[in-house]
Nanobody
C-alpha cells in the first residue's frame, strides 16, 4: 500500500526557516517524480517545487532562490528546505508522488509564517 507522510511543519517568524520531509512507503519512490504543492486558506492548491527521478529540481517563481527540494532515494524521502519565509508562504504543504499510472498525495503539513 502506497503511503506518503509529511512532517516538519509549524509556526515560524518571517525570515525564518523550516525543513519539510515526506516519507514514501509502498515501493514506488525509485520510479516516482516528486512534487510539493501548497494550499492557502481560500485559495487553490498550487505547485511549489518538483524533482525528477534523476534529481533535477524545478521551482515556482514565487519560491525560487528561497526553497530547495531534494530527495534521498535510500530513505524514500523527499525534502523541502524553506528559507527566508514570508507570511504569504502560510499554507498546508502537500507531498505528491507522480507516476506514469497516477498520483499519490500525502495528508499535508501546516506551515504558518507569522510574527
Amino acid at each position: 500500500q502506497v503511503q506518503l507522510v509529511e512532517s516538519g511543519g509549524g509556526l515560524v517568524q518571517p525570515g525564518g526557516s523550516l525543513n519539510l520531509s515526506c516519507v514514501v512507503s509502498g515501493g514506488i519512490f525509485s520510479i516516482a517524480a516528486m512534487d510539493w504543492h501548497r494550499q492557502a486558506p481560500g485559495k487553490q492548491r498550487e505547485w511549489v517545487a518538483g524533482i525528477t527521478i534523476g534529481g533535477t529540481p524545478t521551482y515556482a517563481d514565487s519560491v525560487k532562490g528561497r526553497f530547495t527540494i531534494s530527495r534521498h532515494n535510500a530513505k524514500s524521502t523527499v525534502y523541502l528546505q524553506m528559507n527566508s519565509l514570508k507570511p504569504e508562504d502560510t499554507a498546508v504543504y502537500y507531498c505528491n508522488a507522480v507516476l506514469h499510472f497516477g498520483r499519490y498525495w500525502g495528508q499535508g503539513t501546516q506551515v504558518t509564517v507569522s510574527s
